[in-house]
């Protein structure tokens, strides 16, 4: 029996993508280890989101190729680098064998039987492609949780993101498939399911012409044997009142939110291609509380963003002094090759945005231990 290991990177959905290809090469006969040293195959699922993220995917599969001189025979590399540096890899790091992009990943057993054999050694196709509806898996998370990813891909386009172009549009799976998913996660005895897309809010739009979130929460509610689901990436611009609402009155689901706001100033907020300004946030914030006075708040802030003035910088930590979120976590910015944000003028240097990163964290722990 083969022996294969898998290093996972990235987000809690490219952790989906990887628990999905355990379960396929399970169900093929392979044999998944957690020890490298013993592994004939060894799959890096990278990512590819930030400058750090990509580097950390690279020395990852450097240090997983330093294997090769032992047990492994072949060295697999996917999810969002190997969507969009396949030339770049294929070039520069010739330890690589295979190479899988985010579509092909239901396709893993496959790949490496084809590369076993010396056969065909890229599999990367269009970032549109069909969500599969159905795979088996093997988790990786505690017992009594699990992520359980709802849609692939986004449509927001903000000018900063690189998703748009490595994992495509945004394409949710059937209501039938999620619960059936669900319950079978319940079965195997998890207690807390979190849900995950790049943007959960929009879930359905595409597939049912209407947003159903609300609608699939309240049927993940009704499973037994759950009882906590959590929600994450909910973008403030497609929060409705029916979804807040839902998030009041279902028991089952935690009074937290995910919620990536970016920044607080709406000049920044227009060039990242946002469609809210700093008034609909703390509008929606205020009512978040008002409506759930026990929720918990978390977000995402862009520092050093393109052209941020000092006036701006100061919008962003007096917007975060009223807010006052309870978890925040802060990035510089990160200039991807491909997007808008790229091409805009005035590039801050890289010392101004780590200067701005730190005092937006240092403001923000500071807020954080005050609510704790």
């Known amino acids: 029996m083969i022996k294969v290991g898998f290093v996972s990177l990235g987000c809690n959905k490219n952790l989906c993508d990887t628990e999905n ?3 396929l090469l399970a169900e093929s006969g392979y044999e998944i280890t957690p020890d490298p040293c013993e592994a004939q195959v060894c799959i890096v699922n990278t990512c590819g989101f930030i400058e750090s993220a990509k580097q950390e995917s690279i020395d990852t599969i450097l240090e997983m190729a330093q ?3 032992e047990n492994c025979t072949l060295l697999v590399v996917c999810g969002c680098l190997a969507q969009r540096y396949e030339k770049e890899i294929r070039e520069e790091l010739p330890e690589v064998d295979v190479i899988v992009g985010t579509t092909a990943f239901d396709e893993i057993a496959e790949a490496i039987k084809d590369g076993l054999f010396g056969k065909k050694s890229s599999y990367i196709y269009d970032i549109d492609k069909d969500v599969p509806e159905y795979l088996p898996r093997v988790r990786t998370t505690p017992h009594y949780t699990a992520y359980l990813k709802i849609a692939e891909g986004c449509d927001n386009k903000c000018t900063y993101c690189a998703i748009p172009y490595i994992r495509g549009k945004y394409r949710s799976r059937s209501e039938e498939a999620i619960l059936s998913e669900a319950q079978a996660l319940a079965d195997d005895g998890v207690k807390e399911i979190i849900v995950v897309a790049q943007d959960t809010t929009r879930y359905g739009i595409d597939l049912y012409g209407e947003k159903r979130i609300s609608s699939l929460l309240k049927k993940l509610c009704l499973i037994d044997g759950i009882e906590w689901v959590r929600i994450h990436y909910s973008y403030p611009e497609e929060l409705d009142d029916a979804l807040i609402q839902t998030i009041k009155n279902e028991e089952k689901i935690v009074k937290y939110l995910d ?3 970016q920044h607080g100033s709406s000049s920044v907020l227009k060039r990242m291609g946002r469609k809210t300004t700093r008034k609909k946030i703390e509008a929606l914030i205020e009512k978040l509380r008002r409506e759930i006075p026990d929720i918990t708040l978390r977000t995402s802030i862009i520092a050093g963003f393109p052209g941020e003035t000092e006036e701006e910088f100061s919008e962003l930590c ?4 009223k807010v006052r979120f309870d978890r925040v976590g802060v ?6 090759e491909g997007t808008p944000a790229a091409r805009m003028k005035d590039q801050l ?3 101004i945005k780590e200067a701005r990163r730190d005092k937006v964290m240092e403001l923000c722990q500071k807020i954080s231990l005050s609510r704790n």
């Open 21 to 23: 290809m355990m379960g």
């Open 67 to 69: 294997y090769k001189d």
């Open 259 to 261: 919620i990536p706001v």
């Open 318 to 321: 007096e917007f975060l002094q």
């Open 331 to 336: 990035f510089a910015y990160s200039c991807e």
């Open 349 to 351: 240097p890289t010392e």
